[in-house]
């Protein structure tokens, strides 16, 4: 494989991720959707390692078995070892694309076996993650972005653009499959793709999507180290039925938030915003003897109810 310009900027990219994160890793399995992304980032890393490229067919769209067939073929033509076909089924539940998501890291995750999983998400990728959080208002980890590494996840492009893949692509000469939800504009992402973030590149000179990727980076150094904190004040506070109140209440705000956030998220809770972390806060910090609060769950026609009961916090389901 001819390893300058594109191709050679993702060779250097991967190398150096396998050597910090992956160095004594012997195979490992790409996420191939058969976009110009994935399908870049499968010919570089079948260059390096013996590779099993894994392709979720999500059902979503009419031609989704043939559009897989062809990423099946493609990554055998690269040298991949293997090349399986997950078929999924999409539920209803955190909208369309988070619907898809869940289904989709769950057939990774099976399928992989004991091997780390790239994935090829780019610098645009990040980008477009922290202006999600952004908007979200959900705090500095919501803007915190994607791991690098966060096994057995594996990122090695989130400091390439995204432009980058495609020249990669178009010096390899492949022909990538084009996903028609990245130009339908009924998905958020879509539009901050297409119509947000070129135009605060227009307003502020150029220069955003770096930015904003060195944004998560900090915020995620950050992060890290309240996330030792949370896990120890975890064990502290923890009772038989939920969390001491008291011993909760003794913390500083930020890490008190951090743990009712990492406890409704362990509990089943999913779609968290800031307004509903710092009502669960309420019930420690400003009791009254007030209601629950409820926030969303994994399970269908759930939901879940933060309450207090006796000086503990507890998590409940309910039917809606």
């Known amino acids: 494989m001819d390893r300058q310009g594109a191709v050679g900027e993702l060779h250097a990219a991967v190398a ?14 790409v996420a191939l959707s058969g976009g110009p992304d994935s399908l870049a980032l499968t010919a570089v890393a079948a260059d390096m390692l013996p590779t099993t490229a894994l392709i979720v ?25 293997a ?7 999409v539920g209803g539940d955190g909208g369309p694309e988070g619907a898809a998501r869940n289904a989709r890291y769950g057939a990774l995750q099976t399928a992989r076996g004991d091997r780390p999983v790239l994935l090829a998400h780019t610098l645009d990728d990040q980008a477009e993650t922290v202006l999600l959080g952004l908007g979200r208002g959900s705090g500095a980890r919501s803007m915190a972005g994607m791991r690098p590494y966060d096994p057995p996840w594996c990122r090695p492009l989130l400091g390439v ?28 992402r879509t539009r901050l793709r297409h119509e947000v973030l070129p135009l605060m590149e227009e307003v502020l ?3 955003v999507a770096e930015a904003l990727a060195r944004t998560a980076t900090a915020l995620r150094e950050d992060t890290e180290l309240i996330d030792a904190l949370i896990t120890q004040a975890m064990t502290t506070s923890a009772s038989d039925d939920g969390l001491d109140t008291r011993a909760l209440a003794a913390l500083p705000d930020p890490l008190r938030r951090g743990v009712i956030r990492r406890w409704l998220l362990a509990g089943g809770a999913i779609g968290l915003t800031d307004k509903q972390i710092r009502g669960v806060d309420r019930l420690i910090t400003a009791w009254r003897g007030q209601g629950g609060v409820a926030v969303g769950s994994r399970l269908r026609n759930t939901r879940l109810v933060a309450g207090r009961h006796h000086g503990v916090l507890t998590l409940r389901r309910e039917a809606v």
């Open 16 to 29: 150096a991720f396998a050597k910090e994160y992956l160095a004594t890793a012997d195979s490992w399995c």
């Open 57 to 81: 067919d999500h059902g979503l769209q009419a031609d989704s078995a043939a559009v897989a067939a062809t990423a099946q073929t493609q990554a055998l033509d690269l040298g991949c070892v």
């Open 83 to 89: 090349a399986q076909v997950l078929c999924v089924q």
């Open 161 to 188: 653009r995204r432009s980058v893949t495609h020249a990669a692509c178009a010096e390899l000469g492949l022909s990538a499959w084009q996903d028609p939800h990245n130009a339908d504009r009924r998905f958020t």
């Open 205 to 207: 000179g150029g220069g």
